[in-house]
């Protein structure tokens, strides 16, 4: 099992960056292939990013490419999210997720919030115009 927990979100202005952190505990991140999710008001929870447990390949939503990148610290089980280039529709909270890496589970699986057994509480994201 692993317990994630988010920080770093806040009030940015439009064209701003934030930087998101999800510290996991429990385990190490290193054993779990991670992601970050996104809900806005009336909307359904969205995929954002993801990085392989190794770190070595990552995926983005088509919404953020360019603008976010997703990166681990293994050493300090930590997933990170640099989000710039801030737009309003980014506005949402925020969720880390994990997911054991045992077994075979397919790319398109990993952007499916039914794929990830481990959240976190979430952190606000504010962009402001």
């Known amino acids: 099992q692993v317990q994630l927990v988010e920080s770093g979100g806040g009030l940015v202005q439009t064209g701003g960056s934030l930087r998101l952190s999800c510290a996991a505990s429990?385990?190490?991140?290193?054993?779990?292939?991670a992601g970050w999710f996104r809900q806005s008001p009336g909307k359904a929870r969205e995929f954002v990013a993801r990085?392989?447990?190794?770190?070595?390949?990552?995926t983005y939503a088509d919404s953020v490419k360019g603008r976010f990148t997703i990166s681990r610290d293994n050493a300090k089980n930590t997933l990170i999210l640099q989000m710039n280039s801030l737009q309003s529709e980014d506005t949402a909270v925020y969720y880390c997720?994990?997911?054991?890496?045992?077994?075979?589970?397919?790319?398109?699986?990993?952007?499916?919030?039914?794929?990830?057994?481990?959240w976190g509480q979430g952190t606000q994201v504010t962009v402001s115009s």
């Open positions: 997720a994990a997911r054991s890496v045992t077994g075979y589970i397919s790319s398109g699986a990993l952007v499916l919030p039914t794929s990830y057994p481990y």
């Open positions: 429990g385990r190490t991140i290193s054993s779990y292939t």
């Open positions: 990085i392989s447990w190794s770190g070595g390949r990552t």
